[in-house]
């Protein structure tokens, strides 16, 4: 019998590794803004994406091109710098993924991105930056607390990294969001909270086995043909489906119940997969590492 939900990782590759890290999503914003919903606050500062590193309070480059960060349209040499003014006027800006990440099946999830703040810390008029998730397409926001809660006191170039072992939720969802937040109490020091280099990892362990056996079912890869052998006892799986990263069903096969099956994978590109097989409510999953 199948357990309700059992999902496990099994490593199919040509070639053997200690691990590998699958990237779900990358941005050094070169396309600009796209992908991202820029906000301004009731006190003028909002986000923007450019290049721009020689203006007044000049934000340092980050590896070239352009960056993401906070800005402030009242200052008179304005050209977009990363900084704002301390005017005595508080408010929160927000840049917002506007499409979902899918991390469903991935074994170990770590965002990372380079930032940096200087604002100022403290519990009174503190300005600093803030990193929030979402799971349900940006309709509710919880703020990421662990490693850090506050981007705050770092005047050069720095890189963060949160991990689904800090932040469980990261795991297992078909629509997964970021959003950076940048609380002004319109006091702190120049440069505001910038952020650059965004990469989301799926870091999947792998090696070569030549099957695997969880329950009745045994699930054997042939390398040198791209085959993967399903093979059963009882209870046979009634559907078997082949999933993409993108939560795209790629293969299917339905009123199943055979002992024996076989899946080519000779047409998949590289890249992770999830194998599914379901019996009634019953379902039984596994990763799949599908290599050069």
Not at 144 to 160: D, E, F, G, K, R
Request: aromatic share 10%; hydrophobic share 35%.
């Amino acid at each position: 019998m199948y357990s309700s939900i059992l999902s496990l990782t099994l490593a199919l590759c040509i070639s053997s590794a200690a691990l590998a890290q699958n990237v779900l999503y990358s941005n050094d914003f070169t396309g600009g803004s796209a992908g991202w919903a820029l906000s301004q606050a009731n006190n003028f500062d909002l986000w923007v994406v450019n290049n721009t590193y020689n203006c007044v309070t000049p934000t340092p480059d980050q590896g070239g091109g352009n960056y993401l960060h906070v800005a402030n349209d009242l200052e008179p040499a304005y050209c977009a710098f990363a900084g704002y003014l301390g005017m005595g006027s508080s408010g929160t800006s927000y840049a917002t993924m506007t499409t979902g990440i899918n991390t469903t099946g991935a074994g170990a999830v770590t965002l990372s991105f380079d930032w940096l703040c200087v604002g100022q810390a403290g519990i009174v008029l503190a300005s600093y930056g803030t990193l929030e998730y979402s799971t349900n397409s940006g309709s509710t926001w919880t703020a990421i607390t662990s490693p850090v809660s506050q981007y705050v006191s770092q005047s050069a170039w720095t890189t963060a990294t949160v991990s689904s072992q800090q932040v469980p939720a990261l795991l297992n969802q078909s629509d997964l969001r970021f959003r950076f937040a940048f609380v002004n109490s319109g006091y702190g020091t120049n440069p505001s909270f910038a952020v650059d280099n965004i990469q989301v990892t799926d870091n999947v362990p792998t090696g070569i086995q030549a099957s695997t056996t969880e329950e009745n079912i045994q699930l054997t890869w042939l390398s040198h043909e791209k085959n993967l052998w399903v093979n059963c006892k009882d209870n046979c799986p009634e559907s078997i489906s082949i999933i993409d990263m993108m939560g795209k069903e790629v293969y299917a096969v339905q009123g199943g119940n055979k002992q024996q099956q076989i899946i080519h994978f000779d047409s998949f590109a590289p890249g992770v997969y999830i194998f599914r097989g379901a019996s009634g409510s019953q379902v039984f999953t596994k990763k799949i590492l599908l290599t050069e």
